[in-house]
């Protein structure tokens, strides 16, 4: 099995910054694809950004472009989610994921909580 392990959320105002990062452990290669979900309170959990190796392109839902950007490391099967410029509506639980085989997302980890006030 292979953990992942979320850090670097935390409380912020509005307009000010955090940095998440997520490490893959145990019995990892390296992966297809990585990505960036969340989940506010009432609400179900929505893609935020992913990155596929290949070419290294990334994607982005259209609530969080131009504000976050998500790089990583594919050697180390680490990925990162530099927010900006923060909204009360990006509060949420952010979750790191995993796609080993490409076309799904494989692990999960534990999520991290990111609150905004305004």
């Known amino acids: 099995q292979v953990q992942l392990v979320e850090s670097g959320g935390g409380l912020v105002q509005a307009g000010g910054s955090l940095r998440l990062s997520c490490a893959a452990s145990g019995r990892t290669f390296r992966s297809y694809a990585m990505a960036w979900f969340r989940q506010a309170p009432g609400k179900e959990r929505e893609f935020v950004a992913g990155?596929?190796?290949?070419?290294?392109?990334?994607y982005y839902t259209d609530s969080v472009k131009g504000r976050f950007t998500i790089s990583g490391d594919n050697a180390k099967n680490t990925v990162y989610l530099q927010m900006n410029s923060l909204k009360p509506e990006d509060t949420a639980v952010y979750y790191c994921?995993?796609?080993?085989?490409?076309?799904?997302?494989?692990?999960w980890g534990h999520g991290t909580q990111v609150t905004v006030s305004s």
């Open positions: 990155i596929s190796w290949s070419g290294s392109n990334t």
């Open positions: 994921a995993i796609d080993f085989r490409g076309g799904s997302y494989d692990y």
